[in-house]
């Protein structure tokens, strides 16, 4: 099936007489007839579902259509976009390790990675996106345990080389985990480039109509664990009666570990109504990203011949210094945010937002009605300067997430504020 098909049919397949639409398992427990069973589920000798911390039927299917969609072996979906990069590094990287990271990626990741992971032992490394293949090189350790970055980066629209990125990671034996939250499958498909784990924020586009918090952690199953790196892979679980993950679920060990291991003892799940809620928007994400793109290209094209604009970032754009990459990620499109300055700094971006009628100044991003907001004083608040200006976030820089509206209403309200500004 190609993707547009996927996106409806994936993951659940009604029989003779049952529900067309996802059924909602709106229940925490499941019976069963013997005790037998019961500890055959907890053995993990036998699949099923017993508690829906663990796995739920209406999750399940919408974890099995995120993970064709990204083609992967599996996912797992968590209760927001932040759990699942959490677990997804959690899973692999303990007290002791390091990892690298790009630099730009979205502030509460940012904040997770250098000071919430900092506190559990882990040292975290961030590299410019542009950095050169000696440069990154150099930032790998002996504990290295994985590389992380954003397939466009939050808020300031920077396109990460998936494929470079992949190759100096597996040239140093680690994994490469990338945040696919504003590309989404429709747009790019990291594993294809390489990438060995996909998480999303499916809070974004996945869902799109703000309705529900979300995240998913999809599994390629194509890293080879067994390097001598991820002993949490590759020796008994003791927690378990000494599961070896590699040798009793294959291809799928890091999820399975992600699900019954750290989704058991953190309990970042999703819920069946939530799970329900973000199949509706996966059913039509084909469709609106298609117009996500569509307005944005036109929205970046007007903001780019004002006056009152200072700089745009928008990968169509020519002269865009992601131009040449999207072509290679993302030739069907970049997304609907675009990133922007206007002249006059942090005063003119105020003015600008407060003088908007139509769009809504909002602390979100990627859904049907655009949206505005001042990165600086909102999502990456915490970070000082020398932490923003090494995200690529200038003070005055405005994060414009173009909807699903008639464009022209769109740029008629862009241009009363700019005027105003």
Not at 96 to 106: E, N, V
Not at 151 to 174: M, Q
Not at 367 to 394: F, K, M, Y
Request: hydrophobic residues 40%.
């Amino acid at each position: 099936m190609k993707i547009e098909t996927k996106c409806l049919h994936e993951g659940y397949e009604p029989k003779n007489g049952e529900s067309r639409a996802l059924p909602i398992y709106q229940s925490t427990t499941f019976k069963y007839d013997s005790t037998e069973h019961v500890a055959k589920l907890f053995d993990l000798t036998e699949s099923g579902f017993f508690y829906s911390r663990l796995g739920n039927p209406t999750v399940d299917a919408v974890e099995k259509k995120i993970a064709s969609l990204e083609g992967g072996v599996g996912a797992l979906c968590t209760s927001s976009g932040q759990a699942a990069n959490m677990l997804a590094v959690l899973n692999i990287v303990s007290s002791g390790d390091h990892m690298i990271s790009a630099a730009s990626i979205y502030g509460g990741t940012l904040n997770l990675f250098a000071v919430t992971m900092k506190k559990m032992g882990i040292d975290v490394t961030f590299v410019d996106n542009n950095a050169t293949d000696e440069e990154i090189q150099a930032a790998f350790r002996p504990n290295t345990k994985a590389v992380f970055g954003e397939t466009i980066s939050n808020p300031t629209i920077a396109i990460f080389d998936i494929e470079r990125f992949a190759a100096l990671a597996h040239k140093n034996g680690v994994p490469l985990i990338v945040d696919n939250t504003f590309a989404t499958p429709v747009l790019c498909r990291p594993i294809e480039f390489g990438a060995d784990i996909v998480t999303h924020s499916t809070t974004k586009y996945l869902d799109g109509h703000a309705v529900q918090l979300g995240g998913v952690i999809v599994d390629s199953g194509k890293f080879d664990w067994t390097g001598g790196k991820f002993p949490g892979l590759t020796e008994p679980d003791d927690s378990y009666h000494g599961v070896v993950y590699t040798k009793d679920f294959g291809e799928s060990a890091y999820i399975t570990k992600a699900r019954v291991q750290l989704m058991r003892d953190m309990g970042t799940c999703q819920s069946a109504m939530g799970a329900f809620l973000l199949n509706l928007g996966l059913e039509t994400l084909p469709v609106r990203m298609e117009r996500h793109c569509q307005n944005a290209a036109a929205v970046a094209s007007f903001l780019s011949a004002r006056p009152e604009i200072e700089s745009v970032s928008y990968p169509t754009l020519n002269g865009d210094p992601y131009h040449e990459m999207a072509a290679k990620y993302l030739p069907n499109g970049c997304s609907g945010v675009i990133a922007f300055t206007l002249k006059g700094g942090r005063a003119a971006g105020v003015r600008f937002i407060d003088s908007l009628k139509l769009i809504s100044l909002v602390v979100h991003v990627a859904d049907i009605r655009t949206c505005v907001l001042h990165p600086a004083s909102s999502t990456h608040r915490q970070l000082t300067d020398e932490q923003l200006d090494a995200a690529g976030v200038a003070p005055g820089l405005i994060r414009l997430s173009v909807g699903l509206e008639n464009i022209d209403d769109i740029l008629e309200d862009l241009a009363q504020a700019l005027e105003q500004a």
